[in-house]
Each structure stands twice: as structure tokens, then as C-alpha cells.
Nanobody, 125 residues
Framework: QVQLVESGGGLVQPGGSLRLSCAAS????????MAWYRQVPGKERELVAT???????YTSDSVKDRFAISRDNAKNQVHLQMTSLKSEDTAVYYC???????????????????WGQGTRVTVAS
């Protein structure tokens, strides 16, 4: 099976920085698009940034110029560098990846979306 594990969350003061990481592991053939989402209680999960396997990126307007997404294809990792953090960035951050590999005991080239368990980011003084 495939697992995504996030790390790097925590408490940071307004104006500070954090770097989130997400590693895909397990029975993997290839990893396609990867993305970061965030969610606060009572609201829908919000897309933050995406990156293709070739490195093309998209960043939402709410975090543009402050957040940057990157990936390490050799390690099946995606990162989110967050700077100039604001209180409204407080949320649980989730990574998502489109992965092909072994699923239910069968190897397949079809990509399925997998989610990490989330990492909490709290921006407060």
C-alpha cells in the first residue's frame, strides 16, 4: 500500500516561517501531481498549491508570494515553504499525491489519489 506522511507543522509567531514536508512510501511505481491543502474547523478543505511531476506549480492567491511548493522526485517528497505567516494561515495542512503502484495486492499503472494524515500549523504570538 501507499502512505503519505507529513511533517514540519507546529507553533510559529506571525511573520515567521515553517517548512512542511510530505513523503510518499510503500509500493510505488510513479508519483504524479502532488499538492498541499489546508482546512480549518467548520470550513471546506482549501487548495493551497500544486506541483506536477515536471515541476510546474500553482499557488493560490491567498498565499501567493509567501508560500512555495517544491518536490524531490528521487525521494517522492513534496515540500511547502511558508514565509510571512499570518494568523489566518492557522490550519491543518494535508498533502495529496496521485500515485500508481500496488493497490489491494495488484500492481497497476493507474494513478489514485492518496492523502496524508495532516500536520497542524498554528500561527500565534
Amino acid at each position: 500500500q501507499v502512505q503519505l506522511v507529513e511533517s514540519g507543522g507546529g507553533l510559529v509567531q506571525p511573520g515567521g516561517s515553517l517548512r512542511l514536508s510530505c513523503a510518499a512510501s510503500g509500493s510505488i511505481s510513479s508519483v504524479g501531481d502532488m499538492a498541499w491543502y489546508r482546512q480549518v474547523p467548520g470550513k471546506e478543505r482549501e487548495l493551497v498549491a500544486t506541483i506536477t511531476s515536471r515541476g510546474s506549480t500553482y499557488t493560490s492567491d491567498s498565499v501567493k508570494d509567501r508560500f512555495a511548493i517544491s518536490r524531490d522526485n528521487a525521494k517522492n517528497q513534496v515540500h511547502l515553504q511558508m514565509t510571512s505567516l499570518k494568523s489566518e494561515d492557522t490550519a491543518v495542512y494535508y498533502c495529496k499525491a496521485a500515485v500508481s503502484g500496488r493497490r489491494d495486492g495488484i500492481w497497476s499503472n493507474e494513478k489514485y489519489d492518496y492523502w496524508g494524515q495532516g500536520t497542524r500549523v498554528t500561527v500565534a504570538s
